[in-house]
């Protein structure tokens, strides 16, 4: 779970963000949003600082919220108040469409001719 959360991160572009639960959904976890922070703590070398709250709100407190407000508009990143404008900047991951349902789809296909 922990390998792919972080291979998830690490697919979000620069000048793009994502959310704990929209990155729990684009590894496959969702509902995991708690695990996708967890795995952020105990990482290196991953671009934490594009992952945020529900509705591009940065989550983290005193000095670091500063840090991951700053890394963002470095590299390009709007806000709109406190929260990243999420219209401009969040990434969509690729829909990724389960085996079962392809599976069930082609065994109808075949079923039916």
Do not use: N
């Not at 991160?9 to 963000?17: A, E, G, Q, S």
């Not at 959904?25 to 509902?31: C, K, M």
């Amino acid at each position: 779970m922990h390998k792919r959360i972080l291979a998830t991160i690490r697919k979000i572009p620069r000048v793009k963000v994502s959310t704990y639960g929209g990155v729990a959904r684009a590894a496959g976890f969702p509902g995991a949003a708690r695990q996708v922070v967890w795995a952020l703590h105990s990482s290196h070398g991953v671009p934490w600082h594009r992952v945020v709250g529900a509705g591009g709100e940065i989550k983290l407190c005193g000095e670091s919220a500063l840090e991951q407000r700053l890394r963002l508009q470095a590299e390009g990143v709007a806000f709109r108040g406190q929260r990243v404008d999420m219209s401009q900047h969040e990434f969509r991951f690729p829909r990724i469409r389960s085996k079962v349902k392809r599976t069930a789809k082609a065994a109808k296909k075949s079923g039916s001719r």
